[in-house]
Nanobody, 122 residues
Framework: QVQLVESGGGLVQPGGSLRLSCAAS????????MGWFRQAPGKERQFVAA????????YYADSTKGRFTISRDNAKNTVYLQMNSLEPEDTAVYYC???????????????WGQGTQVTVSS
């Protein structure tokens, strides 16, 4: 079993930045692909970014490429999402997820955090 706990969400003005963190339990963290997804009210859960177990490969949704950066620290069992140039359209609940397979599909991810709210508004 893997347990995931997100933190770092909040209210930020357009153009601002936030860094989300996701702490994972368990001894297999470095073998897991870690992903971030988001879900806005009335919309489906959307892929944001993912990172390979070693951290050497990253994947981004077109809407976040160039603004968001995913990274991980395997010594701390933690994955991060640095979000810059935030827009109102980025407002959503952000979820951390873990998978042995990876990819963009939420169905590929077996473990999920509880989510953290990010609101971009002036």
């Amino acid at each position: 079993q893997v347990q995931l706990v997100e933190s770092g969400g909040g209210l930020v003005q357009p153009g601002g930045s936030l860094r989300l963190s996701c702490a994972a339990s368990g001894r297999t963290f470095s073998s897991l692909v870690m992903g971030w997804f988001r879900q806005a009210p009335g919309k489906e859960r959307q892929f944001v970014a993912a990172i390979s177990g070693s951290g050497g490969t990253t994947y981004y949704a077109d809407s976040t490429k160039g603004r968001f950066t995913i990274s991980r620290d395997n010594a701390k069992n933690t994955v991060y999402l640095q979000m810059n140039s935030l827009e109102p359209e980025d407002t959503a609940v952000y979820y951390c997820a873990a998978s042995y397979y990876g990819g963009h599909a939420a169905s590929n991810y077996d473990y999920w955090g509880q989510g953290t709210q990010v609101t971009v508004s002036s």
